[in-house]
């Protein structure tokens, strides 16, 4: 069975521009979360979607924002880019909300120039 | 919010010998919980163990096990004999309660040589 996947693997944006990742969960899995992680730290929680909808939300600003499609898959949105957006976005799924395992996708590099 | 803290920013061991990381953390809510996952240089996060914090003995998976004190609310993560492919970031991360999500300490660095 496939795992997460995210797309893109890497993208390199200047500041001030919009970018989009995505991610599609495991099959199954109705549950998907995403993280950030600046190189040096530990992932920080941003958005989790349940369902399609938004059932938790980190300390990020309003720039950040994300939806659940039908079929379960994700897009994160960050608009107007700043030097420190870049990180590694990582995406998560997991069968259901609640204490469980999340599996985690390969990740994003995003770079802002 | 939980403070998770991983007091080894690195750790360095031998082929075959055992290591331990440690984590303790912050928490008010009694069903807490712990994951361990791995990150190498990949960059994609692996799960490796939980322990409930219900859970009367300590868990196991393979060569991972935790050393768990839930008085001291620490999870020490125990890895024997180690290999070179387990060279990699290791992080704790307790659930949060409220978004069914997980909170990431800063992770230890493990190195293991030949």
């Known amino acids: 069975d496939a795992g997460v996947t995210q797309s893109p693997t890497h993208l390199i944006k200047t500041r001030g521009q919009h970018v989009t990742l995505r991610c599609s969960p495991i099959s199954g899995h109705k549950s998907v979360s995403w993280y950030q992680q600046v190189l040096g730290q530990g992932p920080q929680f941003i958005f989790q979607y349940y369902e399609k909808e938004e059932r938790g939300r980190g300390n990020f600003p309003d720039r950040f924002s994300a939806r659940q499609f039908p079929n379960y898959s994700s897009e994160l949105n960050v608009n107007a880019l700043l030097l420190g957006d870049s990180a590694l976005y990582l995406c998560?799924?997991?069968?259901?909300?609640?204490?469980?395992?999340?599996?985690f996708g390969p990740g994003t590099r995003l770079t802002v120039l | 919010a939980q403070k998770i803290t991983q007091t080894q920013p690195g750790m360095f061991v031998q082929e075959k010998e055992a290591v331990t990381l440690d984590c303790t953390y912050d928490?008010?809510?009694?069903?807490?919980?712990l994951f361990w996952y791995k990150q190498p240089s990949s960059g994609e996060m692996i799960f490796l163990i939980y322990q409930g914090s219900y859970d009367q003995q300590n868990a196991t998976e393979g060569r991972y096990s935790l050393n768990f004190q839930k008085a001291r609310k620490s999870a020490n993560l125990v890895i024997s004999a180690s290999q070179l492919g387990d060279s990699a970031m290791y992080f704790c991360?307790?659930?949060?309660?409220?978004?069914?999500?997980?909170?990431f300490g800063k992770g230890t660095m493990l190195l293991v040589s030949p």
């Open positions: 998560a799924s997991s069968p259901y909300s609640g204490f469980n395992e999340q599996f």
């Open positions: 991360a307790p659930p949060d309660s409220g978004y069914s999500t997980l909170t």
């Open positions: 928490t008010s809510d009694p069903s807490y919980g």
